[in-house]
């Protein structure tokens, strides 16, 4: 709830389990980097299985939906994302080429160091102008490992990227078409146009980015209820519908594999 006022450059979220995750159709709506404190993640990508563990993190491009099971560890699993809403300059970017391989990356001090930071910058509400230093300041360090075209495999963003980018700030928010022209500086029209050439409709995009804050909600230990209002659903029913077709589990399966309520 208070992203909006703090501004965030960055949206981090927390995930934890004591039991076995598995998750499908999970929407990356920004470029993100994903870190398994404990435990392991494992990812299907293109028809292999990845391991995601503490030194091997995930470096996500916007607009992917995944398919991956959280494993426990002896302490249970604890990971931590981090979802750029800035961009690299542009010159870092000059030179991106495309690659099939699995989206991981060797974690090292520096790295380590920096998204820590950032991560810890972030949630201790900073201002804007030293979050942005502090996400420049990880971007670099990937840029120096070549690692950044994995985050920013073009160096112009979709319209859906910048939809959902804006949506992010406060998925559960009465959300319009006109209201999200407006803060893009575009008409309305245009706006609709732009996103139909795309294929994605607003309010798909819109649906795509509540049902993923609704993962983050149950987190913190909200019920199902709670969820479905939280992420904009009038009717637990509803939501819980349209949870179990997307993830393909129900809410009440997944907050039982959190902790014991």
Not at 84 to 93: R, T
Not at 190 to 204: D, I, N
Request: net charge positive; hydrophobic share 40%.
């Amino acid at each position: 709830a208070n992203f909006m006022e703090s501004r965030n450059v960055v949206y981090v979220s927390h995930y934890k389990g004591q039991r076995q995750q598995p998750l499908r159709n999970v929407y990356i709506p920004a470029p993100t980097l994903a870190r398994v404190l404990r435990g392991s993640k494992l990812l299907l990508w293109r028809g292999e299985r990845v391991e995601v563990t503490p030194e091997r993190w995930l470096a996500l491009p916007a607009g992917q939906s995944l398919t991956f099971v959280n494993e426990p560890g002896a302490t249970g699993f604890e990971s931590v994302t981090l979802s750029f809403l800035v961009q690299p300059p542009a010159d870092w970017l000059a030179n991106v080429t495309l690659t099939e391989k699995a989206p991981c990356l060797f974690s090292d001090a520096s790295l380590t160091f920096c998204f820590d930071a950032l991560v810890n910058g972030t949630e201790h509400q900073l201002a804007e102008v030293t979050q942005q230093h502090l996400a420049m300041a990880l971007l670099a360090q990937l840029h120096d490992t070549g690692a950044l075209s994995l985050l920013f495999p073009a160096n112009k963003m979709t319209w859906r990227d910048r939809v959902s980018r804006y949506l992010m700030a406060e998925p559960g928010a009465e959300h319009s078409l006109e209201k999200a022209a407006q803060a893009l500086s575009v008409s309305r029209a245009t706006l609709h146009r732009r996103l139909k050439t795309e294929g994605y409709p607003f309010r798909q995009i819109l649906a795509d980015i509540r049902m993923g804050y609704s993962l983050t909600v149950m987190q913190k230990g909200c019920t199902v209820t709670e969820a479905a209002l939280a992420s904009g659903y009038e009717s637990p029913a509803r939501f819980s519908e349209r949870f179990k077709q997307i993830f393909g589990v129900t809410p009440t399966q997944y907050r039982q594999t959190i902790k014991s309520f």
